[in-house]
């Protein structure tokens, strides 16, 4: 017994020198290979970074380079592939003009004027329409030419006239003005071979008919035209680039080619772009450039930009670097000095007192685990009596929920049967009335008993369908909302059709989900009926309930939206307490939205929301 206690004391002598020596000792050693291995590493981070930023710079910037001219390209495709929608509404709006012209001038003196008069008239207001770019023409249903407008044809009959592919297109323009009273023909001009849209309309008096045309390629330079004209409003960055070329000649050059290309280099990116779409990384001046033909347009367009400005930043960033490291190691060393002089001050002042508290501390441990067995103890049997407490009143409130439900359930079933119940009486007194009146017969009787059975039937699977969707769910099931939510909305249809209460059920989820089926459809129900209620109370005019399923991969949310005025800000935070409800006590338990938030949060692993919207509230539960 002595010698453990000798070796005990000897023991607590050589601590207080350990705790003095072992501290400082670790902080040199540490401090050491702590600051060289950090300034290893801090250089060649700053070296790994610098290239890593070089790097990512030119590939983000390669990256918005191809955005930019793919943005580009989408534009010229959208505008060429419209530019027949544009020759038509073009033409249309000529044709139109011509035609409102002509009837005008008919209408005004058809009953004053002769018929070689009006018709001069009208050949005169729209030869005066016509152009070099615009222009009418006007044709009777025999053929003859009435206003040639740049057909060349005047005085003539053009029912012979043939375009360069055989087609006699006069006559299909007289078919489609007879058939269709307006239309389009696409023709190929036997001058030049140039294809060209008409459009005519029947004039609806004298047998004549009206038209225009547009050649196609001319409508296609117009678009080149306004396509070159949005490249050169748009800026670009100041040390980048553009080009286009057409036939491989600049149709267009970015104002500051100038400054910071040379003309070797132009003329080296001419002789290196080709139809493939393609990156160059020849460095020509420091720059990279990117080429894609657009071949509708017979364009090249070319972008690049400038990598020796990253470089030159890179520099006085690495600079930078090098002064923060120098800084690090002298911060580093100071920081090491004072904290070895800091660990042995302390640890000479708390070596002294060091033995009384290490002996002290021995002797309070085993009263302390005393006391903390018997408050483990003690505490185990407070936390069992108030969980106990606990699960009595959520069984109660569960229980109050559940009456409250199954008051909900009687009054939903009754409205179900009262029709049923009725058609029960009246196949009664049916049969009633035929023994009294003799006209009771086998026939009858069976026809009456199959319908009261058919009936009896329906008032069964009522019965079923509610005692389903209120007894509780023993295990999850993998089920579609939107089918869910249908089928629980049947139960409470009857009661929303009574109230005048329009349900409009919105799905845009197709996925399924695992959940416990009924419980969902009561907190859908206890949502529905919560929104009925504020209808109600509130005298909406034309109400209305909305409910909308959405669901993203992680997620899905069911949203029930009343137009019933929305809820107080005040009592917001409230509304989903125990006992808490703005109803008077014969209508409302204050529990439904509480276990409304019970069943989502701790049931189905979700949670539950309010907000109001413009005219009433929104209740969404996200899943």
């Given at each position: 017994m002595m010698a453990n206690k000798t070796g005990f004391f000897d023991k607590t002598k050589i601590l207080p020198k350990l705790i003095i020596a072992v501290p400082s000792l670790l902080v040199l050693v540490v401090g050491f290979f702590m600051g060289t291995f950090y300034i290893d590493k801090l250089e060649q981070h700053f070296e790994q970074a610098r290239k890593n930023s070089i790097n990512e710079y030119i590939i983000n910037k390669k990256k918005e380079s191809e955005t930019w001219v793919n943005q580009l390209d989408s534009l010229f495709k959208y505008k060429n592939e419209h530019i027949q929608d544009s020759i038509e509404d073009e033409l249309k709006a000529r044709v139109e003009l011509a035609y409102e012209s002509a009837t005008y001038i008919y209408e005004k003196y058809k009953k004053t004027n002769s018929k070689n008069d009006i018709k001069n008239r009208i050949k005169d207001a729209l030869s005066k329409m016509s152009d070099n770019k615009n222009y009418i023409f006007i044709s009777s249903f025999s053929g003859d030419s009435i206003l040639s407008g740049s057909r060349g044809t005047k005085d003539k009959n053009l029912l012979g006239y043939t375009d360069a592919d055989g087609r006699s297109v006069v006559l299909e323009e007289i078919t489609k003005v007879r058939k269709h009273k307006e239309g389009f023909i696409k023709s190929t001009d036997p001058k030049n071979g140039r294809l060209k849209s008409i459009y005519v309309r029947n004039l609806g008096f004298y047998d004549w008919y009206i038209g225009s045309s547009i050649y196609k390629d001319k409508e296609l330079e117009n678009v080149k035209y306004d396509s070159l004209e949005i490249i050169k409003s748009?800026?670009?960055?100041?040390?980048?680039?553009?080009?286009?070329?057409?036939?491989?000649?600049?149709?267009?050059?970015s104002s500051n080619v100038q400054e910071i290309l040379a003309y070797e280099s132009l003329e080296m990116i001419k002789k290196n772009i080709s139809k493939d779409s393609s990156w160059y990384e020849e460095n020509i001046a420091g720059y990279l450039y990117y080429s894609k033909y657009f071949e509708p347009f017979n364009w090249h367009i070319v972008y690049g930009f400038n990598i020796s400005k990253m470089s030159e930043s890179e520099l006085k960033k690495q600079k930078q670097m090098q002064s923060l490291v120098d800084k690090e190691l002298e911060f580093i060393r100071n920081i090491s000095v004072i904290i070895v002089v800091f660990v042995l001050i302390v640890s000479?002042?708390?070596?002294?007192?060091i033995n009384h508290i290490f002996l002290s501390y021995q002797q309070d441990v085993k009263s302390r685990q005393e006391q903390l067995e018997y408050l483990n103890a003690s505490l185990e049997q407070k936390v069992a009596r108030e969980l106990h407490n606990l699960r009595q009143k959520d069984k109660m409130l569960i229980q109050k929920s559940k009456m409250a439900d199954m008051g909900d359930m009687i009054s939903m079933i009754a409205h179900q049967w009262r029709q049923p119940l009725n058609q029960l009486s009246y196949i009664l007194m049916n049969i009633d009335s035929a023994y009294e009146h003799k006209e009771l017969d086998k026939k009858y009787l069976d026809n009456k008993v199959k319908e009261a059975n058919n009936l009896l039937e329906f008032m069964s699977v009522t019965i079923d369908d509610f005692r389903d969707y209120f007894k509780p769910d023993q295990k999850k099931e993998s089920v579609n909302i939107g089918n869910v939510l249908k089928r629980g909305l049947e139960l409470m249809q009857v009661p929303l059709e009574d109230a005048k209460i329009q349900i409009i059920h919105i799905n845009e989820c197709e996925k399924e989900n695992e959940l416990y089926v009924n419980e969902f459809v009561q907190v859908v129900l206890n949502l529905v009926k919560n929104s009925k209620d504020a209808l109600l109370q509130n005298s909406i005019k034309d109400p209305m309930i909305k409910i909308i399923?959405?669901?993203?991969?992680?997620?899905?949310?069911?949203?029930?939206?009343?137009?019933?005025?929305?809820?107080?800000?005040?009592?917001q935070e409230k509304i989903f307490e125990p006992y808490f409800t703005t109803k008077d006590s014969q209508n409302g338990t204050g529990l439904g939205l509480y276990m409304s938030k019970m069943i989502v949060e701790e049931h189905l692993g979700g949670k539950i929301v309010v907000e109001n919207i413009e005219g009433g509230s929104s209740f969404k539960v996200f899943l």
């Amino acid at each position: 017994m002595m010698a453990n206690k000798t070796g005990f004391f000897d023991k607590t002598k050589i601590l207080p020198k350990l705790i003095i020596a072992v501290p400082s000792l670790l902080v040199l050693v540490v401090g050491f290979f702590m600051g060289t291995f950090y300034i290893d590493k801090l250089e060649q981070h700053f070296e790994q970074a610098r290239k890593n930023s070089i790097n990512e710079y030119i590939i983000n910037k390669k990256k918005e380079s191809e955005t930019w001219v793919n943005q580009l390209d989408s534009l010229f495709k959208y505008k060429n592939e419209h530019i027949q929608d544009s020759i038509e509404d073009e033409l249309k709006a000529r044709v139109e003009l011509a035609y409102e012209s002509a009837t005008y001038i008919y209408e005004k003196y058809k009953k004053t004027n002769s018929k070689n008069d009006i018709k001069n008239r009208i050949k005169d207001a729209l030869s005066k329409m016509s152009d070099n770019k615009n222009y009418i023409f006007i044709s009777s249903f025999s053929g003859d030419s009435i206003l040639s407008g740049s057909r060349g044809t005047k005085d003539k009959n053009l029912l012979g006239y043939t375009d360069a592919d055989g087609r006699s297109v006069v006559l299909e323009e007289i078919t489609k003005v007879r058939k269709h009273k307006e239309g389009f023909i696409k023709s190929t001009d036997p001058k030049n071979g140039r294809l060209k849209s008409i459009y005519v309309r029947n004039l609806g008096f004298y047998d004549w008919y009206i038209g225009s045309s547009i050649y196609k390629d001319k409508e296609l330079e117009n678009v080149k035209y306004d396509s070159l004209e949005i490249i050169k409003s748009t800026p670009i960055q100041q040390d980048d680039f553009m080009i286009i070329y057409e036939d491989k000649k600049p149709i267009h050059i970015s104002s500051n080619v100038q400054e910071i290309l040379a003309y070797e280099s132009l003329e080296m990116i001419k002789k290196n772009i080709s139809k493939d779409s393609s990156w160059y990384e020849e460095n020509i001046a420091g720059y990279l450039y990117y080429s894609k033909y657009f071949e509708p347009f017979n364009w090249h367009i070319v972008y690049g930009f400038n990598i020796s400005k990253m470089s030159e930043s890179e520099l006085k960033k690495q600079k930078q670097m090098q002064s923060l490291v120098d800084k690090e190691l002298e911060f580093i060393r100071n920081i090491s000095v004072i904290i070895v002089v800091f660990v042995l001050i302390v640890s000479i002042l708390f070596s002294r007192a060091i033995n009384h508290i290490f002996l002290s501390y021995q002797q309070d441990v085993k009263s302390r685990q005393e006391q903390l067995e018997y408050l483990n103890a003690s505490l185990e049997q407070k936390v069992a009596r108030e969980l106990h407490n606990l699960r009595q009143k959520d069984k109660m409130l569960i229980q109050k929920s559940k009456m409250a439900d199954m008051g909900d359930m009687i009054s939903m079933i009754a409205h179900q049967w009262r029709q049923p119940l009725n058609q029960l009486s009246y196949i009664l007194m049916n049969i009633d009335s035929a023994y009294e009146h003799k006209e009771l017969d086998k026939k009858y009787l069976d026809n009456k008993v199959k319908e009261a059975n058919n009936l009896l039937e329906f008032m069964s699977v009522t019965i079923d369908d509610f005692r389903d969707y209120f007894k509780p769910d023993q295990k999850k099931e993998s089920v579609n909302i939107g089918n869910v939510l249908k089928r629980g909305l049947e139960l409470m249809q009857v009661p929303l059709e009574d109230a005048k209460i329009q349900i409009i059920h919105i799905n845009e989820c197709e996925k399924e989900n695992e959940l416990y089926v009924n419980e969902f459809v009561q907190v859908v129900l206890n949502l529905v009926k919560n929104s009925k209620d504020a209808l109600l109370q509130n005298s909406i005019k034309d109400p209305m309930i909305k409910i909308i399923t959405k669901c993203t991969e992680d997620e899905t949310l069911v949203e029930v939206i009343d137009n019933g005025g929305g809820i107080e800000k005040d009592i917001q935070e409230k509304i989903f307490e125990p006992y808490f409800t703005t109803k008077d006590s014969q209508n409302g338990t204050g529990l439904g939205l509480y276990m409304s938030k019970m069943i989502v949060e701790e049931h189905l692993g979700g949670k539950i929301v309010v907000e109001n919207i413009e005219g009433g509230s929104s209740f969404k539960v996200f899943l």
